[in-house]
């Protein structure tokens, strides 16, 4: 089964013009990556802004750093990317905005989130490259080219910031959004995934996999 949503056909690089889509196997096999790196971070019933934890993983881990450069003509975010070569990750953005970040901006958290979720899901492996996140000419809020990793970014970013929050019913998507400091719009495609019965049976059967530790 695929869904069709801001996401990514399994490793397929789709037309400039097309939609990617994600499998859903491909969308837990995300999940429980980026549930895991968040569990690392905090409780499940807790929220940060990715400020923070950029901050704290430049703070904590050698092979973490931030780089600032200034803003152009006053501009908040324009563009922000993550170096990640020979094991090492580096944010680059202009300072006023992890500034913004921190304060709680929804859009410029959900960005710091999508970078976190690159380097999360491999899409450096292959090879040394700059991951960047633009806004459209128009001042649409999307990522520039529509490519898959774009959007597998897009979802990881929501799975990194909600977590288990996503399969909370009695949680409007606004409500969500608010308390992890990112966009309704991502959210409220995530939950749709979250609640397909298809979700959590691939999650279902990714926890069977593990591997038993015999003693």
């Not at 990514?8 to 895991?36: I, T, Y």
């Not at 090492?88 to 202009?94: A, D, E, I, M």
């Not at 929804?106 to 899409?123: D, Y």
């Not at 799975?159 to 409007?172: E, H, I, N, R, Y």
Request: proline share 4%.
């Amino acid at each position: 089964m695929f869904i069709k949503i801001e996401q990514k056909s399994e490793h397929k690089v789709p037309k400039r013009n097309s939609r990617p889509f994600v499998s859903v196997a491909r969308g837990a096999e995300m999940f429980r990556e980026l549930l895991s790196y968040r569990r690392l971070y905090r409780d499940d019933d807790e929220f940060f802004t990715m400020g923070e934890m950029w901050e704290d993983l430049a703070s904590d881990i050698d092979e973490v750093s931030i780089k600032f450069f200034e803003d152009r003509d006053g501009e908040c975010l324009k563009r922000a990317g993550v170096i990640h070569f020979d094991g090492r990750t580096t944010l680059v953005l202009p300072q006023s905005s992890l500034t913004k970040a921190k304060r709680g901006s929804r859009f410029v958290n959900f960005t710091l989130a999508h970078e976190f979720s690159h380097v999360a899901l491999g899409h450096h492996d292959d090879k040394p490259r700059i991951m960047n996140f633009q806004l459209s000419d128009e001042m649409i809020r999307k990522n520039l080219p529509p490519t898959v990793e774009e959007y597998e970014a897009n979802l990881g970013a929501i799975f990194l910031q909600c977590g288990v929050a996503l399969f909370d019913t009695t949680l409007s998507p606004a409500t969500l959004a608010a308390r992890a400091y990112t966009e309704e719009h991502y959210v409220k495609n995530a939950m749709r995934i979250c609640r397909l019965n298809e979700f959590r049976q691939e999650l279902e059967k990714l926890a069977q996999d593990r591997p038993r530790v015999v003693l």
